[in-house]
């Protein structure tokens, strides 16, 4: 037992009137005394690219000082992949432990809403007497199952002045979406942090999503700071596939200079959702930020590559301006949890529902087997249990959350979960049958951004990823020699015995989790 926990197991016993002796023959109370809460703050699209811990982009200012004390304290993981890169997916792995065909939501469009009455893991936690919460972000479209309290947006939900839905109904709120979630995630820890029961909050903030709006605290924040520019922002998509040739997720095309950068010509023409939600406070501050900025712009308007430059310098103002009010959230957090003394007995994690491009390949967005959507950040606090300052090498999975959170809780673990419990890798302790490689399946297309369907494996060197539905292309990248993932190496004759290996491995993995391309074709849309 660690000293930390001897203190505090003292501290509880003498406050109960029990001996230390009397209270190891009583089972029932050690385990009341034993188990820790539970805090998972998820944030969307937060390329660990944009934080400070992880080496990120920006250096001076760290971009994200709070979430960095996560890192200090606990573990972070370098290489957490998750299953299906995009929203309503990720959520819905996180809770039932389930790859996306097992658990029914493969996608964020056309899909029908989350089956609420399968097994997930606050459903479990809630019967093995956890206090069990979710506020923010859900994203699957019915209502929450398994949580004593929940209080959620809508949809994606609104920067400003956002509507909530609860138990009770909708409504709408006056203030910054990330400052709201935060306020009301406090509310509840103080109404059950001397309740005597264990508790798990799922704290799921919108930000930093498109179309990244920055908050009142936050607005000029990065105005004129210029970010580094990815090496691959020119990318070409040469020696690779269809899909990469084909897709819509670029900063030079896709992203628009209005509604994602804010560039409105006519300033009184900015009526997206977003700024027509503003008061009319908000809207002059607002104002006094972007309208500068829209004037110089259409002064002299850059083009061509320099246009290009312009607007990922834009895009990563108003991103890291949106995190920026996420990490003093995690910051607020921490100095309640600290203030409260309930520091000792909660872990505390960080990550994203998955990964984000900042400029890499020249994109936008998620939903590709590549390294900058495939990883997801993930810190995890755990006092007395995880060693400060440790950093992970691990391949683990967004999938293991779930069992991971279980295990953490001493409730056993279902069998029919398909991840893995990293509490021994949390302890310091990875087992040595530990996986060696992943599967992923990503299934939205056609749909936004236009990234075909596909699936495939990766191992510590290398991916293997099968395009299918509209075309049948294989595409393989060996990471050691091509970290940036800019050659498809599948049809090079010297990579042909590592193919070979690679398509068993993956053929095993398939098998192992149900999947398969026919099943995979009875998810096609009509
Ligand atoms: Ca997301």
């Not at 089972?27 to 811990?53: C, F, G, K, V, W």
């Not at 110089?296 to 009010?325: H, M, S, T, V, W």
């Not at 400029?359 to 606090?381: A, C, I, N």
């Not at 419990?421 to 399946?441: A, C, D």
Request: overall charge negative.
């Amino acid at each position: 037992m660690t000293p930390w926990k001897m203190q505090i197991d003292f501290k509880l016993l003498a406050a109960l009137g029990l001996s230390a002796t009397a209270a190891a023959c009583t089972n029932t109370l050690e385990t009341r005394i034993e188990r820790p809460n539970i805090i998972y703050i998820m944030s969307d699209d937060h390329a660990y690219q944009a934080i400070s811990a992880y080496g990120g982009i920006l250096k001076d200012p760290a971009p994200t000082p709070n979430i960095d004390r996560i890192a200090r304290d606990g573990m972070r993981f370098d290489r957490c992949l998750v299953t299906n890169s995009i929203s309503g997916p990720c959520r819905a792995v996180l809770l039932t432990g389930k790859y996306s065909h097992l658990n029914g939501f493969l996608m964020n469009e056309r899909q029908q809403p989350f089956d609420g009455s399968q097994q997930t893991f606050p459903k479990l936690l809630q019967q093995a007497g956890y206090r069990t919460a979710i506020i923010g972000k859900w994203h699957l479209q019915s209502d929450p199952t398994g949580f004593d309290h929940w209080e959620i947006l809508p949809g994606q939900g609104n920067y400003y002045n956002p509507e909530f839905i609860n138990k009770e109904g909708r409504h709408r709120e006056e203030g910054y979406v990330t400052e709201l979630i935060t306020d009301k995630c406090i509310q509840w820890l103080n109404t059950v942090k001397s309740s005597g029961k264990p508790f798990m909050l799922m704290m799921h903030h919108k930000a930093p999503h498109r179309e990244w709006q920055p908050g009142p605290n936050e607005l000029s924040l990065y105005k004129d700071v210029t970010f580094p520019e990815p090496s691959t922002l020119f990318d070409d998509y040469s020696n690779r596939g269809t899909a990469e040739k084909t897709q819509d997720m670029t900063i030079s095309k896709t992203m628009r200079l209005a509604e994602d950068l804010k560039l409105y010509q006519d300033p009184d023409k900015a009526k997206t959702a977003g700024m027509s939600r503003m008061t009319p406070e908000q809207k002059a501050a607002w104002d006094s930020v972007y309208n500068p900025i829209i004037k110089k712009f259409y002064q002299l308007p850059p083009e061509g590559e320099n246009l290009i430059r312009f607007k990922y310098q834009r895009y990563l103002q108003d991103y890291l301006a949106c995190i920026a009010a996420v990490d003093k959230s995690v910051g607020e957090v921490l100095d309640y949890l600290s203030v409260t003394g309930l520091d000792n007995n909660t872990i505390v994690i960080y990550a994203s529902d998955q990964g984000f491009y900042l400029g890499e390949h020249g994109w936008f967005d998620k939903r590709w087997m590549f390294e900058q959507s495939y990883r997801t950040p993930l810190l995890v606090r755990w006092p007395g249990v995880v060693e400060p300052g440790s950093v992970n090498n691990d391949m683990v999975s967004n999938i293991d959350l779930a069992e991971t959170f279980l295990e953490m809780a001493g409730v056993e673990v279902p069998e029919d979960m398909q991840g893995r419990s990293m509490v021994p890798v949390l302890k310091g302790k990875t087992p040595r049958n530990w996986r060696k490689e992943h599967y992923y399946h990503y299934y939205e297309y056609p749909g936004s951004h236009m990234v075909k369907r596909h699936y495939g494996m990766s191992t510590e060197q290398y991916k293997l990823m099968h395009y299918y539905y509209d075309i049948d292309e294989w595409e393989m990248y060996d990471l050691k020699t091509d970290p940036y993932e800019l050659k498809n190496v599948y049809n090079d004759p010297s990579y042909a015995s590592v193919k070979k290996n690679l398509h068993k491995r993956l053929e095993k993995l398939m098998v192992k989790f149900g999947d398969s391309e026919d099943l995979a074709k009875t998810f096609l849309p009509e």
